[in-house]
């Protein structure tokens, strides 16, 4: 009865949305241990570090972008080229586990299968007599990108707070105590590379160095350091050989600088010592407050961006591990809102221009052997890492993936060449930091040849979202590799006349029917991807004057590509022959791409493909791994259906281990596939903006997938495509009453929204018809589905909207009011 009528009382306790939200921080009352998982993460895109909290020794787990095991290696596998007719032919003949166990001697290479993200080791601080400590208290600041730990001990109250500078590309740790004379430490590292040097220097500074190592026939070729600096306010710095001391210091700043000898994918020629020492000399003049300030201004220049509230409760009060227990059973939107934003920090912190692109983990790992080698998984989860970038105005973030795309498009020539007697370019399923193109792995999951066509739309998406011609004549190329590829590697099915990949797969699936192998020929999602890229090709191609002859050939091919299937139970065809099973709850649903990133999928332009979308997310189910469950919200969020979405926002916002089947979030919010895998908590932060907004389908569509429990609030800064940027929007009672929408680039505005709307002049608005004027939101027309005889389909629920045009003219703000 107590607990009811606490639950109670904290149902009635709710405010309105806030006018002033507290600090987006997540913070505890308890350390670490020795849990990796309960650390909070600091970046700057090229250092990372994970700070425990710990009182009596603390551990701050060190990385750097671009230390990885191995160096420059080509993984190809000649022998695929003879092998390819034979393959082909037993798929075409129904022989896919033949297929499968040709591929895997003649396709899957026979070197290395990907290198590994390494870290550097742990920074380790001793305090001797801190075993007694009252008052704990730990967090991680998102609006400042600071991380904190408070306590006292024999009335003395220590802080520590640890930055990664972005200015100054150093790590950064205060220690201060509010009594004189009684800070004293020591630190220390402990790594565990094999080849390795720990050691201290005449001017007291602790430095680490080594080499990363072999791995699978690639000898280790990236040479690290790591140079630590001690400076005191009061009291003494003593060192032995391999440790520093700290001894009656009021404050202390220590400094840490870590580098190699990376320069490129093929480029390890830099000077890892030089580079360690400038960035440490220059960080390490400055005091703490001038190291922290520029850092806060740097940081703030992309998180301010977005503004967020869905209103206050009295459990935004709580710890961050506390509310992460009570989310799926009470009402917190302040959760929601900071688990957004920490998607929003993450990428900030983990993806800088000029840096390596976040990988599986972003740029956190602390083992030498991580899951999945912590590699770039690129038949999903590299591009969710980046699916925020756009729409969560993060755009120059984009640029480190948006670069290892141009690199791709370089080793993936020799891939195509070699492999399959193509032009252009291409990539598997996975790749390094050296770039490999190679298939990997297995038959099963590497015989995948859409990594390279998947990865090239998000140049061709960070071009709508801005409408630089000039960066579009630049990846122009690009594209147009990824297209020429597909145009020499398409072969007709013998049976339909279809232009169909072969070999090819649905990632990671396979149906019972094909004795449980991945392979086949015309699967939906390379169907999809390849519209998708003869597309945007013929588009760019338009755009920039040039290529018709090319251009037409694209066109002829892209109508004979197979058109989208609806099978037997109503069901979107994940392959080209009806054998879904309604009972696989496989993570994968790689045939809903053109729901979502596509938008080849429409409630208003194909209905029957939406209704079929939706049938196939029901039999799929909603609770499986994190970064699964981060794609459905997206799904439900484009099929409208904000309270679906909402459910699977529960269920990833739960202690891991709540469901059998996977999923779920760390203490520190991290998200768990199980183990962690950051592409969960940035496909949640994309999900929750395509509830709100979304670009796409021919227009900016408000609110398409608004929860009855987000009744109220507002949010303002997201991107639209075609250079619109929603700078506000406020609903109450689930209708709009104030939107500010800014376009940079000119062009008519088409609105839908869920109520009608006015200008805040007070003048009418005109409604739309026919095709969108803005060559930004073109839509291409895909063929009409083949609809399965035993499918019954039913119309799909829409809510009503209100469509509308307005031209614009750049950098203006147009104000709308609810009607």
Not at 77 to 87: K, R, S, T, V, W
Not at 411 to 426: P, S, V
Not at 562 to 577: I, K, N, R, T, Y
Not at 707 to 715: E, L, S, T, Y
Request: glycine share 8%.
């Amino acid at each position: 009865m107590r607990k009811f009528f606490y639950l109670l009382f904290l149902a009635v306790t709710i405010t309105s949305y806030a006018q002033t939200p507290r600090v987006q921080k997540l913070w505890y009352n308890q350390p670490s241990g020795k849990v990796w998982e309960n650390a909070l993460p600091v970046g700057n895109g090229r250092l990372g570090g994970m700070v425990y909290g710990n009182v009596v020794n603390e551990t701050i787990q060190l990385n750097e972008h671009t230390l990885w095991s191995g160096g420059p290696n080509r993984n190809d596998n000649p022998e695929a080229l003879a092998a390819l007719p034979e393959i082909r032919k037993l798929i075409f003949d129904g022989k896919q586990k033949e297929a499968e166990k040709l591929a895997n001697k003649a396709i899957i290479t026979k070197k290395s299968h990907g290198q590994m993200f390494q870290p550097l080791g742990d920074l380790r601080l001793t305090f001797p007599g801190h075993d007694s400590y009252t008052n704990y208290y730990r967090e991680l600041d998102i609006e400042r990108a600071v991380a904190k730990t408070t306590y006292e001990v024999d009335g003395v109250n220590y802080t520590r707070e640890v930055l990664a500078s972005f200015p100054d590309r150093v790590i950064v740790i205060r220690l201060t105590a509010d009594k004189p004379g009684k800070l004293a430490f020591g630190a220390s590292y402990a790594l565990l590379h094999k080849t390795k040097s720990i050691k201290t220097t005449a001017s007291k500074d602790l430095t680490i160095a080594g080499t990363t190592q072999d791995h699978e026939g690639v000898k280790g070729q990236v040479r690290f350091k790591g140079i630590t600096r001690i400076q005191t306010e009061g009291g003494n710095v003593t060192a032995n050989d391999t440790a520093l001391n700290v001894s009656g210091a009021n404050a202390a700043t220590i400094y840490i600088s870590i580098a190699t000898n990376f320069k490129n994918y093929n480029d390890v020629s830099g000077d890892e010592n030089a580079l360690a020492a400038s960035y440490l000399d220059k960080a390490a003049s400055k005091s703490y407050a001038a190291i922290l300030n520029p850092h806060i201004v740097a940081y703030k220049k992309y998180f301010k961006r977005v503004k967020f509230d869905l209103g206050a409760t009295d459990l935004g009060k709580l710890p961050t591990d506390e509310r992460l227990k009570n989310f799926r059973n009470v009402n917190d939107p302040e959760l929601v809102t900071l688990y957004y934003q920490y998607g929003r920090y993450l990428l900030i912190s983990s993806s800088q221009p000029g840096g390596q692109p976040a990988n599986l983990q972003g740029i956190w790992n602390n083992k030498m052997m991580p899951p999945w080698d912590s590699k770039y998984t690129i038949n999903i989860n590299a591009q969710m890492n980046y699916w925020p970038a756009e729409r969560t105005n993060l755009s120059e973030l984009h640029e480190p993936f948006l670069k290892m795309v141009e690199e791709l498009s370089e080793t993936g020539k020799e891939t195509a060449k070699t492999m399959y007697g193509a032009r252009g370019w291409m990539a598997h399923h996975n790749t390094d930091i050296w770039r490999a193109t190679g298939a990997i792995d297995g038959a099963f999951w590497g015989m995948w040849i859409a990594g390279g066509g998947w990865t090239s739309q998000h140049l061709w998406q960070h071009y709508l979202y801005h409408g630089d011609k000039a960066y579009l004549a630049k990846i122009y190329p690009i594209l147009k590799g990824a297209a020429t590829f597909y145009a020499d590697f398409l072969v007709e099915h013998p049976k339909y006349k279809w232009l169909v990949v072969n070999p090819g797969s649905s990632p990671e699936n396979a149906p019972a029917a094909h004795e449980g192998s991945s392979l086949d020929a015309g699967t939906t999602m390379d169907n999809q991807i390849a519209f998708d890229v003869f597309s945007s090709t013929i588009r760019a191609a338009e755009i920039l004057k040039k290529d018709d002859a090319f251009t037409d050939s694209l066109r002829q091919m892209r109508k004979r590509l197979p058109p989208m299937h609806v099978g037997q139970h109503g069901q979107l065809q994940e392959w080209l022959d009806d054998v879904d099973d309604p009972n696989d709850h496989h993570r994968h649903v790689s045939h809903l791409y053109g729901l979502f990133p596509s938008d080849q999928i429409s409630a208003y332009r194909t209905p029957e493909l939406f209704s079929a979308a939706r049938t196939t997310l029901l039999h799929r189910g909603d609770v499986s791994t994190g970064w699964s469950m981060g794609w459905k919200v997206n799904w439900w969020a484009r099929l409208q259906d904000g309270n679906h979405a909402f459910a699977l926002i529960k269920s990833q916002l739960s202690p891991l281990g709540t469901s059998k089947e996977g999923g779920g979030t760390y203490n520190n919010l991290f998200d768990a596939h199980p183990p962690f895998q950051i592409d969960g908590n940035f496909g949640c932060t994309s999900g929750i903006t395509e509830m709100l907004m979304q670009s796409a389908d021919g227009s900016v569509h408000l609110l398409p997938a608004l929860p009855d429990v987000w009744q109220a609030g507002n949010i303002g800064g997201l991107l639209a495509q075609g250079g619109f940027e929603v700078v506000n929007m406020e609903w109450k009672s689930g209708k709009l009453t104030k939107v500010e929408v800014k376009s940079k680039i000119g062009g008519n505005l088409r609105l839908r929204a869920p109520n009608s709307l006015k200008l805040g002049s007070g003048k009418s608005l005109s409604e739309a018809s026919g095709q969108n004027s803005n060559a930004f939101y073109q839509v291409e027309q895909v063929a009409s589905a083949v609809l399965s005889p035993k499918a019954n389909l039913g119309v799909p629920s829409v809510k009503q909207t209100f469509l509308y045009d307005i031209p614009t003219q750049a950098g203006k703000v147009y104000v709308f009011v609810n009607q």
